[in-house]
């Protein structure tokens, strides 16, 4: 059977979290029921140890000896219990998952012998060298030596991403191979994303020691990039039965720029989450425009160029530099979009990864070369031209979607014009780029590796064989993909990190996530406190929220924007009295503010405050005659004092505009029936009732009657009039 991800998960899962929470003898328990009904025979000697050893220990202190080595005899059962448990995981995975019983039997003869496989890593770039020296003759030998080289280095990440819980042995050894100069980078980068995919899945101490080693050591900031987002991006939740994992963020919370890192690599990772509402927003607004504006017509025959209109030139001579213009303007947009992190390729490419080369895990993280056995084909079709090696030193993509492109090249370079063909072997063709400097950045290579993190776990077949670090956990107080919001992180940031990353998240409306980095990194700062009101503010918290804007405004009272969440809250607390108290207090601060002004307006409108209300609208009028919202607050305060006329003649100019809301059919419906005019009333409920979706408006019209009784009765209108009008109003529609 293929099973999802979440599923097989959470098989497990309890068990670990029983381990996790000390609970050894339930979690021995579930486990060897588990292991029982899923046939995990593999690992009942290894359960059965840890079961006698428990034994043993529990038949001792039932007998009231005491044992000075209890409690760490007992930390170390729980730690072989956490092995056991991820063990039999990985043995279920490899069972029921295609990729992993794929792997599994691909890299089951790289295990025998580590040493062997470290002597064959270092021989290829020997050979390589050598290569090199024998001319022609090496040439058609280079082939060769890549093809049997990818298939030995995709042997090994398949035994790498299959292996069980590692011993200190075992990850020392892979950790210098891993950091040796005696093999090529990109082996290097391939095992370290095979250490990454395996730890994601089953978390494991010494591969996230492993790969915590290698991002302080390796040379190489592409290596430190890859390592870094393996351990960053683990499921850190088991720090307390493996101390050392917390000495060791305890060590790199003194590095600052680890923690400049973290900061950015989690930034970086919202904007992948939101590669495809960038992709929207690229299809909507800018690649229409580039359609329009290019020189080529894409036909079902390939892509020939557009034939120049001759009256053009008389009609718009500038059209055509006009034409450039509005591409350079496109094109500037999209580069000002991937400047600031924005994965603009993902849409495009997206459709681009059926090729049978991402059917192998270990493809999806490769670095692009040229000499990949996959994309031979590619490279000789169009080994007389440059595009390969401009798409390896220019192209502005991750390496996923660089492979993408050379495949695809391969299916319609024959149908490209001739000059099209020759544009192939600039720069320019692939469109936006970046520049050689901001392209070493530790930024830019760690965003590139991401994207093809992200690409692997949208787009690969298998995918939900793997934990997805990008996607938020269905439970409504957790955020998976906030990895900075884990207790093991706590202390790891700088203040003015966790406030810069608390406004990233507070500007992309993650509002939850917000709420959880400030609560794992809090202090008494009233920024910190006040960005965490306004994190309560808005997940409807509000008693917490107006608590924290309180604490604020008391410690710090010239804090604007403390005293507007303050009242903001209370609005929302329907407490309108005192939120016109923080209102009035901003206006006197801030007379030209029109927002704060409308804002008290409301709140004196809701207190039946109408006089001091109207004083407020006819101003706000006065100042900005053409905004409908004045004129909304000022037609109701009109309507509820002796200006029903006036308030007519507001409304009957609102109704004339063009940004006319369903509630504006309503409200001028009342003015109309106060003031004698029934017909007319009947026709804006009539209007009103029809708009409100799933046929409810007849029954919502009533509740705003009632909701106005007192207005109404006030007015002259009784209850036989409102239940006249509904019946009016139903009848009327129902011969319209």
């Given at each position: ?362 493809n999806w993280f490769s670095p692009f070369y040229i000499q990949h056995p996959d994309i031979r084909m590619s490279v000789e079709k169009m080994k007389d031209s440059k595009f390969m090696q401009v798409l390896f030193d220019h192209g502005p993509f991750c390496d996923s979607d660089k492979y993408s492109f050379a495949l695809a090249m391969k299916t319609v370079i024959d ?209 900005h005659p053409d905004d409908n919202n004045v004129r909304r607050v000022l037609a109701w305060c009109l309507m509820h004092t002796e200006k029903k006329e006036q308030a007519l003649q507001e409304y009957d100019e609102l109704m004339a505009t063009v940004d006319v809301v369903k509630d504006d059919y309503l409200n001028a419906g009342f003015c109309q029936w106060i003031t ?61």
């Amino acid at each position: 059977m293929i099973i999802d991800f979440d599923m097989n998960y959470e098989i497990f899962n309890p068990v670990r979290q029983l381990v996790v929470n000390k609970r050894l003898g339930d979690a021995l328990h579930m486990m060897r029921s588990l292991m029982a009904s899923n046939q995990l025979f593999s690992l009942s000697a290894e359960l059965e140890a840890i079961e006698n050893d428990y034994a043993l220990m529990l038949n001792y202190f039932g007998q009231g000896f005491e044992d000075p080595q209890r409690n760490q005899l007992f930390a170390k059962l729980l730690r072989k219990a956490w092995r056991c448990a991820n063990d039999a995981d990985l043995t279920f995975h490899i069972k029921n998952c295609p990729t992993y019983g794929y792997a599994a039997t691909k890299g089951g003869k790289m295990r025998a012998n580590g040493e062997a496989a470290k002597h064959y890593l270092e021989n290829f770039t020997s050979d390589l060298a050598i290569n090199e020296l024998m001319g022609e003759a090496g040439v058609q030998q280079e082939a060769k030596i890549y093809e049997e080289h990818h298939e030995y280095i995709s042997s090994l990440f398949c035994m790498l991403l299959t292996e069980r819980q590692w011993n200190k042995d075992t990850s020392s050894f892979f950790t210098q191979l891993i950091l040796s100069a005696n093999i090529h980078i990109n082996d290097a980068l391939v095992l370290t994303s095979a250490i990454q995919l395996s730890l994601h899945n089953f978390f494991d101490p010494q591969k996230w020691l492993s790969l915590v080693e290698i991002y302080q050591n390796a040379n190489d900031d592409r290596l430190r990039q890859r390592a870094l987002v393996g351990w960053a991006l683990a499921r850190m939740q088991v720090y307390d039965i493996f101390p050392e994992i917390k000495e060791k963020m305890k060590e790199m919370s003194f590095d600052e720029q680890t923690h400049k890192q973290l900061t950015e690599l989690q930034m970086q990772l919202y904007f992948c989450m939101d590669a495809e509402n960038d992709h929207e927003e690229i299809q909507r607004e800018i690649i229409p425009n580039l359609i329009k504006n290019n020189g080529f017509n894409i036909t079902p025959f390939g892509i020939t160029e557009k034939e120049e209109d001759p009256l053009q030139d008389i009609l718009n001579p500038h059209a055509g530099e006009e034409a450039m213009e509005e591409m350079e303007r496109n094109y500037q947009k999209m580069m000002e979009m991937q400047k600031a992190g924005s994965d603009i390729y993902f849409g495009g490419f997206a459709q681009m990864k059926r090729f049978a080369f991402f059917q192998t895990v270990s493809n999806w993280f490769s670095p692009f070369y040229i000499q990949h056995p996959d994309i031979r084909m590619s490279v000789e079709k169009m080994k007389d031209s440059k595009f390969m090696q401009v798409l390896f030193d220019h192209g502005p993509f991750c390496d996923s979607d660089k492979y993408s492109f050379a495949l695809a090249m391969k299916t319609v370079i024959d149908r490209l014009p001739d000059n099209l063909k020759e544009m192939l072997d600039s720069q320019e063709a692939l469109g936006p780029t970046m520049s050689d400097e901001e392209k070493k950045t530790s930024a830019y290579i760690r965003r590139m590796y991401l994207q093809d993190i992200y690409r692997f776990h949208k787009l690969f077949s298998d995918k939900n064989a793997f934990r997805n670090p990008f996607s938020t956990e269905k439970d409504f107080n957790r955020t998976d993909e906030l990895f900075l919001g884990y207790e093991i992180f706590r202390g790891a940031l700088q203040d003015e990190e966790v406030l810069s990353l608390a406004k990233f998240l507070l500007k992309r409306k993650r509002y939850r996530a917000m709420q959880q980095l400030l609560a794992i990194h809090a202090n008494q700062s009233p920024q910190h406190i006040l960005l965490q009101a306004w994190a309560y503010y808005h997940n409807q918290e509000y008693d917490k929220a107006k608590e924290l804007f309180a604490n604020v405004i008391e410690n710090t009272p010239e804090l604007e924007n403390a005293r507007l969440g303050l009242a903001k809250t209370l609005i929302r607390m329907s407490n309108y009295s005192e939120a016109a108290k923080q209102y009035q207090f901003l206006v006197d601060a801030k007379p030209s503010s029109k927002s704060y002004r409308l804002n008290l307006t409301i709140c004196l409108i809701q207190e039946n405050r109408f006089e001091e209300a109207m004083k407020h609208a006819f101003q706000l009028k006065y100042e900005h005659p053409d905004d409908n919202n004045v004129r909304r607050v000022l037609a109701w305060c009109l309507m509820h004092t002796e200006k029903k006329e006036q308030a007519l003649q507001e409304y009957d100019e609102l109704m004339a505009t063009v940004d006319v809301v369903k509630d504006d059919y309503l409200n001028a419906g009342f003015c109309q029936w106060i003031t004698g005019h029934v017909a007319e009333s009947m026709d804006l409920f009539c209007t009103y009732a029809d708009i409100v979706p799933n046929n409810k408006g007849l029954s919502m019209l009533q509740d705003e009657f009632d909701k106005e009784i007192s207005f109404l009765s006030l007015n002259g209108i009784d209850e036989y009039q409102r239940v006249m009008m509904i019946d009016a109003v139903k009848g009327k529609r129902v011969k319209g």
